[in-house]
């Protein structure tokens, strides 16, 4: 894949949803997100790929084979898909790779296959997952967690943005149906294989030979509300020994997750919060803060839990104030199938393996299909920032590996 050809697409969705910041604001279901589903449809149409869009508002983009014939007699499922491709919605003012850069390279390695004359003995499929970051409803993988059944529909239509708008309701005045919500086995059944190329969250490959490597895990990880309640009073007339102040539980917590989590040997950030009242010249009745903790396994994720909660819980029996911690997602690791692994890299000329500490819908996916996932060199590892950014030939790199895999599963 020539890089100008990769610059030419890339340009077509790089404007859509960026602010002032550099970073992107593309939650789903809002402008943006509309924009780039248009897109979509316009590259399926343009390549004349049969589109779906499935009953959770994932996006689908079909190269069907004239006749289906069996690749692979061993394959897991001799007659099934394979589907490539990621996620459009961003972190708030995160960067332009994380997530279209995968979408992009699936539909630029169709054109490569195509133009090398490869003919698909199974369907090849793009797809775009909707609300992976949980960057408005707060869940993240959202989209490819409801097609695998693991999210109640109902609690996922009542989850709100910060503005307090539902998913059914955002979803409804994008035109969209959320009763269809729900677990969607059929369509699993029909994918032999899903392989998600995504730019590498670290840097790894900085340096290295290849621009691209294969995934090895994904590490447990997950996000919990903590509600830390005190008592509101006024900041001047109240007395010191009088106050029962949340938010010194609040700064505890931060210090705490952080020092959990260095101990136990995994990582942990506390980076949204919300106060109420949140008024200057008052001290606050809540805090509630979100924590999102990683670790390279499920006993070292447990320690950093345990002690967070011990610790904060201590020092709020010292604050007088009282503290709530709440699990709003829980991924546990993923290893993803070795068999698939191993071939990739092979193909890949022994590209490197390494894990990753970020989620994704290929974590989720990986439990019902054999899923692989393939990262582009990201030369300063920055993500879910404005700075994420990988050269125009690297991610030419990338497109050209991902067809090669492809080719292998499917033509
Ligand atoms: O948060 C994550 O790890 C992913 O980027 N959604
Ligand atoms: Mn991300
Ligand atoms: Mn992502």
Not at 217 to 227: L, Y
Request: aromatic fraction near 6%; hydrophobic fraction near 40%.
């Amino acid at each position: 894949m020539d890089a100008d050809e990769f610059r030419r697409l890339w340009n077509e969705i790089e404007p859509v949803g960026r602010a002032e910041s550099g970073g992107y604001l593309r939650y789903s279901w809002t402008e943006p997100d509309l924009d780039l589903r248009t897109w979509f449809h316009t590259q399926s149409k343009r390549r004349g790929l049969r589109y779906e869009e499935d009953r959770n508002g994932n996006l689908y983009a079909w190269w069907d084979p004239e006749k289906e014939q069996v690749v692979d007699p061993d394959a897991p499922h001799p007659h099934g898909a394979v589907l490539t491709g990621s996620h459009f919605d961003s972190v708030p003012h995160g960067g332009a790779y994380d997530g279209p850069l995968g979408i992009v390279s699936g539909f630029l390695a169709v054109d490569q296959l195509r133009a090398d004359g490869a003919i698909p003995k199974r369907a090849i499929g793009v797809a775009a997952f909707t609300e992976e970051e949980g960057g408005r409803f707060g869940v993240p993988c959202l989209g490819s967690r409801l097609m695998a059944g693991v999210i109640d529909p109902d609690r996922a239509r009542m989850l709100t943005d910060p503005d307090g708008v539902t998913l059914a309701e955002a979803m409804s005045s994008a035109g969209a149906e959320p009763d269809l919500l729900g677990p969607d086995p059929e369509r699993l059944e029909r994918l032999a294989a899903f392989i998600e190329l995504h730019i590498e969250q670290g840097r790894t490959l900085d340096g290295s030979e290849s621009p691209v490597a294969v995934a090895s895990a994904i590490w447990p990880h997950g996000r919990w509300r903590v509600t830390f309640t005190g008592e509101a009073d006024h900041a001047g007339t109240t007395r010191l020994p009088d106050r029962r102040d949340p938010m010194l539980t609040f700064a505890f917590a931060v210090l705490a997750a952080r020092k959990e989590a260095r101990l136990a040997g995994g990582v942990a950030t506390i980076g949204r919060v919300e106060v109420e009242p949140n008024a200057t010249n008052a001290i606050a009745s809540q805090v509630t803060a979100w924590l999102d903790a990683r670790a390279p396994d499920d006993a070292v994720l447990g320690e950093i839990l345990t002690g967070f909660e011990s610790k904060v819980s201590e020092r709020a029996g010292r604050d007088g104030t009282s503290v709530a911690i709440e699990a709003e997602s829980e991924t546990p690791i993923v290893e993803f199938d070795a068999s698939l692994r191993d071939r990739i890299a092979a193909i890949l000329g022994g590209a490197p393996v390494l894990p990753t500490a970020a989620g994704h819908d290929a974590g989720v996916l990986s439990a019902h299909v054999p899923t692989a996932m393939l990262f582009v060199r990201n030369p300063t590892g920055v993500s879910h920032a404005p700075g994420e950014a990988a050269s125009d030939a690297d991610c030419a790199g990338g497109v050209d590996a991902l067809a090669a895999v492809l080719r292998d599963l499917a033509c």
